[in-house]
């Protein structure tokens, strides 16, 4: 059974916290949070480690083609590719 879109949400907001580093807290972020904004500040190399970690967080895998033709800016752009894993992911 995979996990609803509130949950995964959940996850990856905590995800990117643990990788932002310290004073920030999961709930202070919402969907349209920049992730290359003053806020979070993530990096190409903290984004492949936010990308990994949500791989294992969730139990799934991410598409192959998750950097074909796509830009992650927002923290609901994590969110959805996350969302699309999950679907397309049997549990393992």
Known sequence: MNPDRDSIAEAVKRVIVAESGPGLHPSALTEDEPLGGELLRISSM???????RLEDELDTGLPDDLFAGRS???????VD???EGAEGSPAR
Do not use: K, S
């Open 81 to 83: 590719l996350a969302v």
């Open 46 to 52: 903290r984004l492949l480690g936010i990308l990994t």
């Open 72 to 78: 992650y800016d927002t923290v609901r752009d994590l």
